[in-house]
């Protein structure tokens, strides 16, 4: 009986060797170059910080990215490659597994579309865009939980462009102001939580400029010229 759980015991230890023997990890090919499954661990610990398969240098498949949470390792982002280019589809999580984000990468840069979600909840928090560089271009929308727009604003090249425009989470328009090259320029409206205006006038290079009018609960109470700051007119 002895003789048996000894033979046993070795051929399952020659079937491990032959296993990890054709599935070696952290190896190279001729060239020097990362080839198969990698697999890194959190330094002086047996937690593991990332684990994919190279083929002679690049990444390919799905790579697996780990936080160490309480002393372990949870995942927290997940990258999909192909051996044609440099870009990757990529998920982020939170230590409960729930997405957190998700979107494309070209190496460390976000480009193409982005997706955000609200914690603790599948809806969408925020959708963004970004261009080959990195930088957020085209439309960028915040949304509360409840589904509706809180902010839709316009990009060019990493710098707010164009008509943008902030809500209540009842849907009622707060402030819309235009934008170029990063700054206001341009008119801005603002109202109140009502909806009711309370100023308008312009911005040039994100300052007041000329005359604004200033309300109070919808009705026009005074005129201002903030090229000197003076109060031109008041209203009853």
């Avoid at 044609?84 to 979107?103: A, H, N």
């Avoid at 915040?142 to 008509?163: I, P, R």
């Avoid at 328009?173 to 109202?191: A, H, P």
Wanted: contains cysteine; aromatic residues 14%.
């Amino acid at each position: 009986m002895i003789k048996q759980k000894v033979y046993f015991s070795y051929i399952f230890t020659i079937i491990l060797t032959i296993a990890y023997a054709q599935n070696p990890v952290n190896q190279f090919d001729k060239n020097g170059k990362r080839h198969g499954i990698w697999t890194k661990n959190y330094h002086k610990t047996d937690q593991k910080r990332y684990e994919g398969q190279f083929v002679h240098g690049k990444e390919v498949d799905t790579f697996k990215y780990y936080t160490l949470s309480k002393g372990k390792s949870v995942l927290s982002a997940t990258k999909v490659f192909n051996l044609k280019d440099s870009l990757s589809d990529v998920k982020f999580f939170t230590s409960k597994g729930k997405i957190i984000s998700e979107g494309k990468m070209n190496g460390k840069r976000y480009i193409g579309q982005w997706v955000f979600y609200h914690k603790d909840s599948s809806a969408k928090m925020i959708v963004e865009n970004y261009n080959d560089n990195g930088e957020l271009d085209g439309a960028r929308t915040v949304f509360y939980e409840n589904g509706l727009v809180a902010e839709e604003t316009y990009y060019t090249n990493g710098k707010l462009e164009g008509h943008c425009k902030w809500f209540t989470e009842g849907n009622l328009l707060l402030r819309e102001s235009e934008y170029k090259n990063g700054e206001r320029n341009g008119k801005t409206i603002n109202y109140d939580a009502n909806g009711n205006k309370v100023s308008e006038g312009e911005y040039t290079k994100d300052l007041k400029s000329g005359i604004w009018k200033y309300y109070e609960s919808g009705k026009l109470k005074k005129e201002i010229d903030h090229t000197n700051n003076k109060v031109i007119k008041k209203y009853k």
